[in-house]
C-alpha cells in the first residue's frame, strides 16, 4: 500500500484542478463527485498504510524526484511516513472528506460552488504536503500553500468588504510568523547544511544542551508555530477568520491549518527537547493563550466567534503540552480537538442556516425542538470539548493535566482554571442557543426546520468520533494499554531527553473525580441561568462591569494593535507617500527629465533654418579642430 502514498496528496491535487478549470462549465453534481472523491479516495490510501503499520512499524522516505541540485547542495522533493504523518493525514482526509460532504449540502445554492471546491482540495492537497514532507522546506511548501488557501477561502464571499479585509490580516499576520520560520530553515543550512529530518535532527545531537543555535533554531521555528497556531501574539487573525463560509471554519481554522504549529513542534520534538528554555517559552505561551481566550469567550454572542476563542484556547492547552515534553499527548488533543471542534462549527453552520445567517446566540433559543439532530449532536460536542467524561476531550485533556502536574504546579493551575472556563462558555453556548424561550423574529420562527440529510449524517458521524475516539488513549488507572501513545512510540523512540510523565492512579483517579463534580456543578448552573425566558436579547454597555466589558471586548487587544503598530505605520506610509516619493523620488527623476528639456530647449535655438549661419558655424568649427591640433603638437 505503501508504493501509493504519492497519490494521497495529488489526488486531492487533481480535484482542484478539474475543479479549478472547469468550474464554469461542471455541473453541482459533477464539481460534487470530483472534490469529495478525491479526498475519500486519499482517505482510503491513507487507511490501507494505517492498517498495515498496525502489524509492523513504518518509517519509509518516499523520493519523487531531485527538486535542486548545485554542487553539494542537494533537496530532495520526498515524503516520509511514519505513525506520526498517518495520524495526521487521517485527520485531515477523514474530517477533511466528512467536511466536503457537508459543503455539498451547506453551499449548494452559492454561485461559487465549483470554486470553492476547487480551493478546499487544493488545501487539503497543501495539507497533506506538510505533514508528508520529509524535510522542513516541503513542510514550509505545505505551509504556505495552506496560507495562501486561508486567504481565499476567508475572503470567499469577495464582495463584502469587511470579509476581504479579514482575509488580508489573516494573511498578513501569518506572514510574520512565516518570517520566523524561513530564518529557522535558514539557520539550519548554515548549521548542518541540510533542511532533511534525517541529517537535522542526527546533527542536533552533536550540539550542547540550550546552545545558542538550537535555542535560536528552535525559537525561529515557534514563531512560525505561534502565527500558525494562532498563539499570543500573533491570535487576533483567527476570530476574523470566521467571515468565509462555516465548512472553512470548520476545516481550516479548527481541525486541520491551525494544528499545523503543534505539528511541527511535535515533528522537531528532537530540537526541542536539547533546548528547555524554547520548551519553557511554548510552555508560557500556552498555558498563558488558553487561560486569555477562555476570558474572552465567556462573554462573546456570535456562535462563530465563541467557537474561533474557543479553538485558539484549546490550542494553548497543546501548546502547553509540548512545553511539557508531552507529545503524545499533544497529538492526542489535536485529534480529539479535530473531531469536537469540526463538529461544533458544523453544527453552528446547520444553526445558521436554519436562521437565516442569524449568528448572535442571543437571538436564538430552543432550537433543540426544530433541530433535534443539530441539537443531540451539538450536546455531544460540548460535553466532549469541556472535557466531561467519558468522552474524548476528558480523556486528552486529563492527559495534558497530568502531564502539566508533573512539569510545573503553577501551569497545572492555570490550566485547570482554563478547564472550568471552557466548560462555562461552552454551557452558556448551548442552553442560549438551544434552550430557554426562541428570541429570534417571528419569520425565522416559521422557517426554522432540521438541515438536510447531507448536512446532518456528517455531524452524527462526527459526534460518534467526539464520543469514543477518547478510547484510544486511556489513562494507566484504566487500562495499561494507551493504543495512541504505543503507536506513536516509535517517532519518540530516538529523543532519549523526553520527560517522563507517570503520576499515580489515585492522582488519575482524584483528577477524573474532581473533574466529574465540578463539570456536573457547572452543567447545572448554566442550565438554570440561560434556560429562562428573560434573557437580554441586547446588552447596555452601560450597566456592564468592568471586568465583563474587558472581556467582551475582547480586552482591547485589537484596538491596541491598531494605536502602536497601524497607526505608526500608516502615519509613515503617509510621510514616506508625500515626502520622500514626492520631493526626493520623483523630484529626482523629474529633475533629470527637466535637466534634458532645458538643456534641448536651448541647444534647438541653433537649429534656425540660416544656411549662412551653418556655413559659419562650420568654419568656426573646423577652426577650433585645427588651433586643437596644433596644440597637442606643440606649434604655438
Not at 131 to 158: A, N
Not at 187 to 203: A, E, Y
Request: hydrophobic share 50%; aromatic share 14%; glycine share 8%.
Amino acid at each position: 500500500m505503501n508504493s501509493f502514498a504519492w497519490l494521497i496528496p495529488f489526488l486531492p491535487l487533481t480535484g482542484f484542478l478539474i475543479n479549478g478549470l472547469g468550474f464554469r462549465k461542471l455541473s453541482k453534481g459533477i464539481v460534487s463527485i470530483v472534490g469529495c472523491g478525491s479526498v475519500l479516495l486519499s482517505f482510503c490510501i491513507v487507511a490501507g498504510i494505517f492498517i498495515q503499520s498496525l502489524s509492523e512499524p513504518v518509517y519509509q522516505r518516499i523520493d519523487l524526484y531531485d527538486w535542486m541540485s548545485v554542487g553539494s547542495f542537494n533537496i530532495s522533493f520526498s515524503f516520509l511516513i511514519d505513525p506520526l504523518s498517518i495520524i495526521m493525514m487521517l485527520i485531515i482526509t477523514g474530517v477533511g472528506f466528512l467536511i466536503h460532504i457537508y459543503s455539498a449540502g451547506y453551499m449548494k445554492d452559492d454561485e461559487g460552488y465549483g470554486k470553492f471546491f476547487a480551493y478546499m482540495n487544493l488545501f487539503i492537497f497543501f495539507m497533506l504536503l506538510l505533514v508528508m514532507g520529509s524535510s522542513y522546506i516541503i513542510m514550509f511548501i505545505g505551509w504556505e500553500g495552506v496560507g495562501l488557501c486561508s486567504y481565499l477561502l476567508i475572503g470567499f464571499w469577495w464582495k463584502n468588504q469587511e470579509f476581504t479585509t479579514s482575509a488580508n490580516k489573516a494573511f498578513i499576520m501569518n506572514r510574520i510568523g512565516d518570517l520566523g520560520f524561513i530564518l529557522g530553515i535558514f539557520l539550519m543550512f548554515i548549521t548542518f547544511g541540510s533542511s532533511d529530518f534525517d541529517k537535522v535532527f542526527q546533527g542536533a545531537f552533536s550540539l550542547q544542551t540550550n546552545d545558542v543555535v538550537i535555542i535560536s533554531i528552535t525559537l525561529l521555528l515557534l514563531i512560525g508555530a505561534i502565527g500558525k497556531s494562532a498563539q499570543i501574539p500573533l491570535f487576533t487573525w483567527l476570530p476574523d477568520a470566521m467571515a468565509g463560509p462555516t465548512p472553512v471554519s470548520a476545516l481550516i481554522h479548527a481541525a486541520t491549518m491551525v494544528t499545523a504549529g503543534i505539528y511541527m513542534v511535535v515533528r522537531s520534538n528532537i530540537l526541542y527537547s536539547l533546548a528547555p528554555f524554547s520548551l519553557t517559552v511554548i510552555s508560557v505561551v500556552g498555558t498563558s493563550t488558553a487561560l486569555f481566550a477562555a476570558l474572552i469567550a465567556l462573554t462573546q454572542n456570535d456562535i462563530k466567534k465563541v467557537l474561533a476563542y474557543s479553538t485558539i484556547s484549546q490550542l494553548g492547552y497543546m501548546f502547553a503540552a509540548l512545553g511539557s515534553s508531552a507529545y503524545e499527548s499533544g497529538i492526542f488533543h489535536v485529534m480529539t480537538h479535530a473531531f469536537f471542534k469540526a463538529l461544533l462549527f458544523l453544527g453552528a453552520g446547520s444553526v445558521i442556516h436554519s436562521m437565516g445567517g442569524e449568528q448572535n446566540i442571543r437571538k436564538m433559543g430552543s432550537l433543540r425542538k426544530a433541530m433535534p439532530v443539530t441539537a443531540f449532536t451539538f450536546l455531544i460536542g460540548t460535553l466532549a470539548i469541556s472535557g466531561f467524561p467519558p468522552f474524548s476531550g476528558f480523556f486528552s485533556k486529563d492527559a495534558i493535566l497530568s502531564a502539566a502536574y508533573s512539569y510545573s504546579t503553577i501551569v497545572f493551575t492555570i490550566l485547570c482554571i482554563t478547564s472550568v472556563l471552557t466548560a462555562a462558555y461552552m454551557y452558556r453556548l448551548y442552553f442560549m442557543v438551544f434552550w430557554g424561550r426562541f428570541r429570534g423574529s417571528p419569520h425565522q420562527q416559521e422557517h426554522l426546520h432540521e438541515s438536510a440529510t447531507v448536512i446532518t449524517v456528517p455531524l452524527i458521524m462526527l459526534a460518534a468520533l467526539a464520543a469514543f475516539s477518547g478510547f484510544l488513549g486511556l489513562p494507566h488507572n484504566i487500562s495499561n494499554t494507551n493504543l495512541l501513545s504505543e503507536y506513536l512510540a516509535p517517532v519518540f523512540v530516538g529523543n532519549s531527553r523526553i520527560m517522563e510523565h507517570s503520576e499515580s492512579s489515585s492522582f488519575e483517579w482524584m483528577l477524573a473525580i474532581f473533574s466529574l463534580i465540578i463539570l456536573s456543578a457547572i452543567l447545572w448552573l448554566a442550565y438554570k441561568r440561560y434556560n429562562r425566558e428573560n434573557v437580554a436579547v441586547s446588552l447596555n454597555e452601560a450597566v456592564l462591569p468592568l471586568p465583563y466589558k474587558l472581556s467582551y471586548h475582547k480586552f482591547y487587544i485589537d484596538e491596541v494593535y491598531n494605536t502602536i503598530i497601524l497607526k505608526p505605520i500608516k502615519s509613515l506610509g503617509v510621510f514616506l507617500s508625500n515626502k520622500i516619493e514626492k520631493y526626493v523620488i520623483d523630484g529626482s527623476v523629474n529633475g533629470v527629465g527637466d535637466i534634458a528639456l532645458f538643456v534641448s530647449s536651448q541647444l534647438r535655438k541653433i537649429q534656425t533654418g540660416n544656411i549662412g549661419l551653418y556655413v559659419l558655424l562650420m568654419v568656426g568649427g573646423i577652426i577650433l579642430i585645427l588651433i586643437y591640433g596644433l596644440s597637442n603638437q606643440g606649434a604655438f
